[in-house]
């Protein structure tokens, strides 16, 4: 381990009372999933986490967010996210209570994707497991390869993508995704030695042999995964190849790589937490990409948390292919388009 932080969470301050649980729900997911019992502080304090076995072709993904009541992710006068939790100044153990959440999703996950906004917006960005509790049970009790989940940094064209960033000088795997263009230009205008996957244009092409055992290897391992065409990258091909790169769990922590991931049927569920706080504004949720009204993802609440009476910490299941193309306005009655 190095250059890791560790935290305080204390039970007694993050603890969230449960308002809600979907037992149907749970009871089916425990029955199938390859997780070991739920850790004894996340049972006090948040309540049972176990997940679906991963589909054939992509990880179980999994997203963290905090939003204001009134939908947006920062205040338009400073775009640091986790001000939207920490600036609660009605409950400032609520915000260690929603960071507390993001590190549970951290101590469960193989991988993390990290937009290159917020590598822009933060100089220091170690996404290990903060709470020193749990962080020592990945190794023995979750068993996984490595203390810390891995780093997937996307971008479209790896034009903004701070190559000098502190991120690349953590002990913990770490991989550039991006487009064929992006790999060029990394290549190009990095020191860092990468071993360069692809860039692949469908799965016919990838060489899963490659893939097997490159995260494995040593902690400090650099990939440069290349998908697609020109400078539009594949997502879907993206989730092909971290699967066989030994990726179960995937926590999405980009609020726009998660919408993208909800347009492409990929998003399985939301760890969506609410802060009791205004920021108007215009730097909302999903703000790059737009759903139709007869056609949009939907999610069902499998569990609902309060903290005090200012957080709601929600898990909620994605679901797809709900459409209604005989909708009718519920006022006029005139067709819906």
Request: net charge negative; glycine share 8%.
């Amino acid at each position: 381990m190095n250059n890791f932080t560790l935290l305080d969470f204390p039970v007694e301050k993050v603890k969230f009372q449960t308002l809600m649980r979907n037992e149907e729900y749970f009871n089916e997911v425990r029955a199938i999933s390859p997780e070991p019992a739920t850790p004894a502080k996340i049972l006090a304090g948040y309540g049972e986490i176990q997940f679906p076995p991963a589909p054939s072709d992509r990880p179980y993904t999994f997203a963290s967010i905090v939003v204001s009541v009134d939908g947006k992710i920062s205040f338009p006068d400073d775009s640091h996210g986790d001000l939207i939790a920490g600036n609660n100044f009605r409950d400032p153990d609520g915000g260690l209570g929603d960071y507390w959440v993001l590190n549970i999703l951290r101590f469960y996950s193989d991988g993390i994707i990290i937009g290159a906004r917020t590598l822009i917006d933060n100089e220091v960005m170690n996404a290990n497991c903060f709470d020193k509790d749990l962080a020592d049970l990945r190794l023995d009790y979750l068993k996984k390869k490595h203390y810390c989940p891995a780093h997937i940094l996307v971008s479209f064209d790896g034009t903004d993508i701070p190559l000098k960033h502190s991120v690349f000088d953590i002990d913990a795997p770490l991989a550039i995704a991006t487009s064929p263009d992006g790999v060029d230009y990394v290549r190009k205008n990095s020191d860092i030695d990468f071993i360069v996957i692809g860039p692949y244009k469908n799965k016919e092409d990838v060489n899963i042999d490659e893939l097997k055992g490159l995260f494995e290897a040593k902690p400090q391992q650099r990939l440069l995964i290349g998908t697609g065409e020109g400078s539009k990258t594949d997502g879907p091909l993206l989730m092909y190849i971290l699967k066989h790169l030994g990726m179960e769990r995937l926590l999405i922590e980009s609020p726009s790589y998660m919408t993208y991931l909800m347009s492409i049927n990929s998003m399985d569920e939301m760890f969506m937490n609410y802060s009791s706080v205004f920021a108007a504004g215009k730097i909302g949720f999903g703000a790059f990409l737009d759903f139709g009204v007869n056609d949009h993802p939907h999610s069902d609440f499998v569990q609902i948390a309060l903290h005090n009476v200012n957080f709601i910490a929600t898990r909620q299941k994605m679901i797809y292919g709900l459409k209604n193309d005989n909708a009718v306005h519920m006022i006029t009655g005139k067709p819906v388009k």
